[in-house]
């Protein structure tokens, strides 16, 4: 049986610098990726070398925890390429005021469907959240097999 992270990498072109789907983080963001992989998901999460308190994370996969709420404050953006709308997220505690959170799907070519993908920020002041975000709209996602 092939696990989907299997048949995924076989798809997408592996970026030496960023495991499993993570995607290229710009030079100089001063992040590195901690990536996580279940039974059909991955997790990557970013964070300055030698501190465990990611910047923001990222989920691939076919079932997110998250949900768009109807109402909330959407704030239109990027991340890699893709246009998100962002919404607070303000973390189970309200420790993360400046939080945001957004969904889009990333599009895996003829062989998969679309997968999902939960992109979420954990900040605590303004400044953090814009430092995030400028982050993530570089970030690059490797292409589908159809070029994508």
Avoid at 35 to 59: K, L, R, S, T
Avoid at 79 to 87: C, E, S
Avoid at 90 to 98: R, V
Wanted: hydrophobic share 40%; charged share 20%.
């Amino acid at each position: 049986m092939i696990t989907t992270a299997l048949l995924l990498a076989g798809l997408l072109a592996v970026n030496p610098a960023a495991p499993g789907l993570c995607p290229e983080l710009p030079a100089g963001s001063g992040l590195e990726w901690r990536h996580q992989e279940g039974p059909d998901f991955e997790v990557c999460y970013a964070h300055p070398p030698g501190d465990d308190n990611a910047w923001f994370g990222i989920y691939f996969g076919y079932a997110p925890s998250y949900r768009r709420k109807p109402g909330a404050n959407d704030d239109p953006g990027h991340v890699g390429g893709h246009a998100v709308t962002w919404q607070p997220a303000t973390g189970k505690d309200g420790d993360l005021p400046f939080g945001q959170e957004a969904l889009f799907e990333l599009d895996m070519g003829a062989v998969m469907p679309p997968m999902s993908v939960h992109v979420w920020i954990n900040a605590r002041t303004s400044e953090e959240r814009k430092a995030a975000r400028k982050v993530l709209l570089q970030a690059k996602f490797e292409a589908s097999d159809d070029g994508r």
